[in-house]
């Protein structure tokens, strides 16, 4: 096999919690009585909750302490692990749980790798606890995508090179990343317009045809 892993990210290609997000970034937003839209929430795809703050202060006619943006970052998550609490295994579609019970047959291993902190909270509510060999996310990296880290990382805990790995995101800032780690990258949803990778996808099963 050319590949001996597989490298997910999370949201947006295991699962789609992006409308959580979108709600909890709302409420934010609106505390502060800052404009935000699906626009300005698409730039925080992939990037860290902190992060992700400083991009929706851009409009923020005021300025906050760092204790009240770790209180307002602290909120945001607290709204969306309330949302994701409603999450359960139907929210997993057949074709990602055919794909991953097809490549874990091929004896592939399996990581996810995601800047998120809850992707293990998530990753039960899926169904999916114990499903992957590895997980690389925010509680474990000190950089968000497009840096390399959260898939170096996943590939450390696999004892793997990087040659050996492909990942799979849908955001052009995890295509970015996996490039800089020297990885080969599968494109679905919104990745695939950025033009970077080395497969599209218009499915995750579509990795079945070349895996």
Not at 113 to 123: M, P
């Amino acid at each position: 096999m050319k590949y001996s892993a597989v490298i997910f990210d999370l949201d947006g290609v295991i699962c789609h919690t992006d409308h959580y997000h979108y709600m909890s970034w709302k409420q934010i937003a609106n505390d502060l009585s800052i404009y935000f839209d699906e626009n300005i929430n698409n730039r925080l795809r992939g990037v860290s909750r902190m992060e992700s703050l400083e991009i929706i202060l851009e409009k923020y006619n005021g300025r906050l302490t760092n204790e009240e943006k770790m209180m307002y970052a602290e909120k945001k998550n607290n709204i969306y692990r309330s949302l994701l609490s409603e999450m359960s295994p139907a929210d997993l579609s057949d074709d990602v749980r055919k794909t991953l019970v097809q490549l874990k047959k091929k004896g592939y291993m399996l990581a996810i790798g995601s800047s998120s902190k809850n992707a293990k909270f998530i990753l039960n509510k899926l169904g999916l606890g114990d499903f992957f060999d590895t997980v690389s996310d925010g509680t474990n990296i000190t950089r968000s995508k497009p840096d390399p880290e959260v898939f170096i990382r996943a590939r450390e805990y696999l004892k793997v090179t990087s040659e050996k790995c492909i990942v799979v995101e849908d955001a052009k800032s995890g295509i970015e990343a996996a490039i800089a780690a020297n990885m080969d990258c599968a494109a679905i949803g919104d990745a695939v317009l950025c033009g970077l990778a080395t497969y599209n996808l218009n499915r995750l099963s579509d990795l079945l045809l070349f895996l």
